[in-house]
């Protein structure tokens, strides 16, 4: 392995790319300076700490040629699956999810990290198999993406940290259907989602009287089935499962066009809005810089998305578009669920805002992400 930047690089780093990342890194800690006032800690200062080990570790992708990150997909996935396995036996439990290591005053979420795991490992499964001429891909030859994915995708699931299993289920979903699959596989996935319809629509919303005959909803832990009954009637139990969804709904709505300024929120300096610091800091953004501001935080969130598949789409050879699709599709889906619950269109889902939640490892995993779309760009020519 040799670490290294030439100068024939340069030209081919995606400067758009990496300013936009880092305008919604400062806007982020920007944000957590207020989301973290007194009488909450300030978060903020572990935040930029974070950022400059992210930054360090960013540099150390980018000087590694990809080809070697290719060669040791296979380990890192391996690694990421038995540190899942491990969290079984040394895990701490928080929230009803045995999700973390404790390492004295540090916490590791072994799940941020095989995110990354799986897209370096879907990409490399893409670019081995593939043969010139060769059909889109039929239930048959899917079997290998299918596993890679089923078994993070069910230790995550067990934890229970359901949010993040369905980030690894969405990206890698993505993934599979950039690789080409037969017509009737699509047709499938279009059955199935009208076939989770129907189950939502008859173990939560039809009118029969109790017990109802559940399909799903008796499988699940008792704070996921309530999280899925608030979203759908947030009204229901304000004070309980709808709490969450409705002070934050209230926070985005005040907001109004320009918010109410820096450090003026009031659902925010009050501490009505819960987890303001991680999972709904884009109320805390929202209530206080407005709806302006939102469209500017999305444009810059666009923006990282058209750069990372540009990067795909000029990427060399196979390994590097599958994996570019798999980050902006990882990122995607992150940000699409937790905006799409603070604002009370899906349900609570526990999943943060990538570079605006405060969380080291929530940051380091996407940091290094954007590290491999930097990496790719660069090295489009080198061989």
């Known amino acids: 392995m040799q670490l290294r930047i030439e100068r024939r690089m340069v030209p081919h780093i995606p400067w758009g790319l990496i300013f936009s990342v880092l305008a919604v890194c400062g806007l982020g800690i920007w944000n957590l300076a207020s989301a973290s006032r007194p009488p909450h800690s300030p978060v903020w200062g572990s935040q930029m700490g974070y950022l400059g080990i992210s930054m360090v570790a960013v540099l150390v992708v980018c000087l590694v040629d990809y080809r070697w990150i290719q060669r040791m997909a296979l380990p890192i996935y391996a690694g990421n699956i038995l540190l899942l396995i491990a969290l079984r036996f040394f895990g701490h439990t928080a929230k009803g999810a045995e999700s973390w290591f404790v390492i004295g005053p540090f916490r590791m979420q072994p799940a941020e990290f095989m995110k990354i795991g799986v897209v370096l490992m879907l990409a490399k499964v893409y670019h081995d198999d593939f043969q010139p001429n060769a059909p889109s891909y039929s239930l048959t030859r899917l079997w290998k993406p299918v596993l890679v994915v089923f078994v993070p995708f069910a230790l995550v699931l067990v934890q229970p940290d359901l949010g993040t299993a369905l980030m690894i289920g969405l990206s890698s979903l993505t993934i599979i259907l950039f690789g080409k699959v037969r017509w009737y596989l699509v047709a499938t996935l279009v059955a199935g989602v009208f076939a989770a319809g129907i189950v939502i629509w008859n173990d939560y919303i039809r009118d029969v009287p109790e017990p109802r005959p559940t399909i799903v909803r008796h499988h699940l832990k008792k704070h996921q089935s309530q ?7 947030p009204e229901a139990d304000l004070r309980g499962s709808g709490y969450h969804a409705a002070q934050s709904k209230i926070a985005v ?58 990067v795909g789409f000029n990427a060399r050879d196979r390994f590097g578009a599958f994996v570019a699709v798999g ?18 269109l899906l349900p609570v889902t526990g999943i943060t805002l990538p570079l605006m939640s405060y969380g080291g490892s929530s940051l380091l995993s996407v940091m290094l992400s954007i590290g491999l779309l930097v990496n790719i760009s660069m090295r489009r020519h080198m061989f």
């Open 227 to 233: 999280r899925i009954s608030g979203w759908l009637d």
């Open 327 to 344: 980050v902006v599709a990882m990122l995607f889906w992150q940000v699409f669920e937790n905006i799409g619950m603070v604002i009370g």
């Open 253 to 310: 709505g005040s907001g109004g066009v320009s918010g109410k300024g820096w450090r003026e929120g009031t659902q925010t300096g009050l501490r009505f809005l819960p987890e303001q610091h991680t999972d709904f800091i884009f109320s805390v953004w929202a209530e206080e810089h407005g709806f302006i501001m939102c469209i500017v935080l999305l444009v810059l969130y666009g923006a990282i998305f058209i750069f990372g598949l540009g």
